[in-house]
Every structure is written in structure tokens, then in C-alpha cells.
């Protein structure tokens, strides 16, 4: 970013997202390119992702903690020894059939549960990695 760009004076809801934007993943930005590119119509395009990844320099530092972190997304990393297990665990937790629960497990790491509550997502992982499965939390 330019210096002008930088010291131009920002309201404080923008802050708060930018301060959200910082504490993300580069494969949450993605996420979140894709969502507001699907809500709103549009195209990113490739200038959205750099200016993201420029930012983090821009905030400072130790800017407070955005609010608790309340919609989870639970993502299989890897199917493990048994994966028929794994694949009837999918079909439990989602409403998928059993070809799109094989191809998400053959194609590790795949999103299983997006906007899950903390519970919902630790119920989740428990129950898959019981079956020999790696899961993340994010």
C-alpha cells in the first residue's frame, strides 16, 4: 500500500474488519474471497488477495482480539487406516450420499462442516477421529 492510502483515516467498523482480516488463515481469505464473491455477485480478481496479505504490516501489532470466535469450520485432513469407518462417520455428520462421502475422504483435506458451533465441530472431530481420522478446527 502507498503511504496516503495508509494514513487515510478509516471509520471504526472498517478498523474492526481489518482487524478481524489480520487474524485469518490464508486459506480462510480464500474462503472469505469466495463467500462475498457468491453474496454479492462479483469478481475479486487477483488485487483482493495481495492487498489482503499487505495489511497485517499496516494494523501495528497488538491490536486487541477480535470477538470469541462463535461459527467453526471442520476440515478432514487425513482418512487415516480405516477409511470405510471414516466414510460412514460423513455420512452421519452431513447429508452426504455415500460417492460424495468417498470422494471427500479420498480427496483429503476437504471441508466436511462449515458455520458449525463449537460443539458442534468438537462433536464432529471426536467422532471421526475415533475412527483413525485426522481433523482440524478452524
Do not use: Y
Not at 478432514?76 to 460423513?90: A, F
Request: glycine share 8%; proline share 3%; no cysteine.
Amino acid at each position: 500500500m502507498t503511504e496516503a492510502t495508509e494514513t487515510k483515516q478509516i471509520s471504526e467498523k472498517l478498523q474492526g474488519i481489518l482487524t478481524s482480516i489480520e487474524t485469518l488463515t490464508v486459506l480462510e481469505l480464500a474462503d472469505l474471497v469466495k463467500a462475498l464473491e457468491d453474496k454479492f455477485g462479483v469478481s475479486a480478481a487477483a488485487a483482493v488477495p495481495m492487498g489482503v496479505v499487505a495489511m497485517p504490516g499496516a494494523a501495528g501489532g497488538a491490536a486487541a482480539p477480535a470477538e470469541e470466535q462463535t461459527s467453526f469450520t471442520v476440515v478432514l485432513v487425513n482418512s487415516g487406516d480405516k477409511k470405510i469407518n471414516v466414510i460412514k462417520e460423513i455420512r452421519t455428520v452431513t447429508s452426504l450420499g455415500l460417492k460424495e462421502a468417498k470422494d471427500l475422504v479420498e480427496g483429503a483435506p476437504k471441508t466436511i462442516k462449515e458455520g458449525a458451533t463449537k460443539e458442534e465441530a468438537d462433536k464432529i472431530k471426536k467422532l471421526l477421529e475415533a475412527q483413525g481420522a485426522k481433523v482440524e478446527i478452524k
